[in-house]
């Protein structure tokens, strides 16, 4: 058996998590030369809700924050998270915009792009793993891991392959929900190690409890890479704690070759931090807790804490178990899609307004009807016919990709951004990602380059006051 390698989420995904991405560039800097050092397979920095919310919250440019990083990681892989046709959106986006974006996400200094798809519909992912070989990138090609009747060993190991054989250079089993038991990965590894050539890399969120267990499973059956976060911001909705996997696997024939002593200066670094973030609250001790439902309702934490928040704005909280119960009937109804953005938040809006109507599909939101017509791309499970009759009526369900419609965008939206606020390439792309929170963005840095007073923006809240 080889060494397993440690891929670390803490600049990424574990501050997700954690404190809704609101770590701050000039936050991570001082520690970024000293995790270089330490001998990490990957640096998980960017993609995810971290291109938005650094604009959206802390008036950062995240094309910045990604040089800054770049500039001080020397020797480690810089790795992101990347929605296939949605780029780091919520819509499909057109060919040109994807191919566009991948290229710049490489320039800037991304080594390895891991790609997924909602439904897992391939269809989905050809663009972005086509442009990143295209660009000599690492493309990570992801399974969004869930439960439910389709969910076989087969299911994965046929997706898999379909992956490998579109030019992917590793797989990622992931596991967004916390859904995956420790010996149900050891049967998914082992067999996909079977099926294809190529490394296989399990990320998993310690939501259920499960994750130490379930990576030290995926380990004995020969996975390569597993993600985890360093302790201070490990654990609850994030990723297993990085120190107690380097030290289970100390000695043994999985040793990572990481030393403790080196980690102990990186905890020590995110140990006031993350004292600052529940002293402001932007931790919740809530997602630091174990839930057990996670398994019952195979509901993510995020989406979780949505639909609390969508029923504490309607006043119906008592309604909670209610709608916990409905999202697994609305999920089979839609064909069982894996719950993560956004096929999670669909089918959660969905469940709440089904129990507060009193009548199941009497409210249907735009984005159900486009997920049953077809327009994120094909259900994991084919739909009722009946049920969509029911939904869209006799409009047409769209049987091919659905990017095959979409015209090529990018010279449009150049045109649109007003005069004096491109200060660089890549600012097409975070306004053609997020329009107006993008504008808002480069009002505020165009304001701040030329000392315009009381312009400013609370970092704390995200309020803008622009």
Known sequence: MSKVKITETVLRDSHQSLIATRMTTEEMLPILEQM???????LEAWGGATFDSCMRFLNEDPWERLRKIRALVKNTKLQMLFRGQNILGYRH?????????????????IDILRIFDALNDARNLKTA?????????????AISYTTGPVYTIEYYTEYAKQLEEMGAHSICVKDM????????????????????????????????????MTLLKAIEAGVD??????????????QPPTESIVAT???????????????????????????????????NTKALKVDVNALIYQVPGGMLSNLMSQLKQAGKEDKLSEVLQEVPKVRADVGYPPLVTPSSQIVGTQAVLNVLSGERYKMVTKEFKGIVKGEYGKTPVAIDPEFVKKIIGDEKVI?????????PELEELRKKIPAGYVEQDEDILSYALFEQVALKFFEYRKNQKYGVDGENSDKETGVHTV
Do not use: C
Request: charge should be negative; charged fraction near 20%; proline fraction near 5%.
């Open 399 to 407: 049987t091919y990709r659905p990017a095959d419609d979409l015209k």
């Open 93 to 109: 986006y057109s060919d040109d915009v994807v191919e566009y974006f991948v290229q710049k996400s490489i320039a800037n200094g």
């Open 249 to 283: 696997l100390e000695g043994t024939q999985y040793d990572t070759g990481i030393k403790l002593s080196d980690l102990d200066p990186i905890t020590k670094y995110f140990t006031p931090l993350r004292e600052k973030y529940l002293a402001s609250g932007l931790m």
């Open 177 to 212: 929900a916390g859904l995956l038991k420790p010996f149900d990965a050891y049967d998914l590894v082992k067999a996909l190690k079977e099926t294809v050539k190529i490394p296989i890399q399990l990320h998993t969120h310690y939501t259920s409890g499960l994750a130490s």
């Open 225 to 238: 890479v597993v993600d985890t976060a360093i302790s201070p911001m490990a654990m609850g909705t994030s």
């Open 36 to 42: 270089d050092k330490v001998g990490y397979y990957s």
């Open 129 to 141: 793993i086509n442009a990143t070989i295209k660009e000599g990138g690492h493309v990570q090609a």
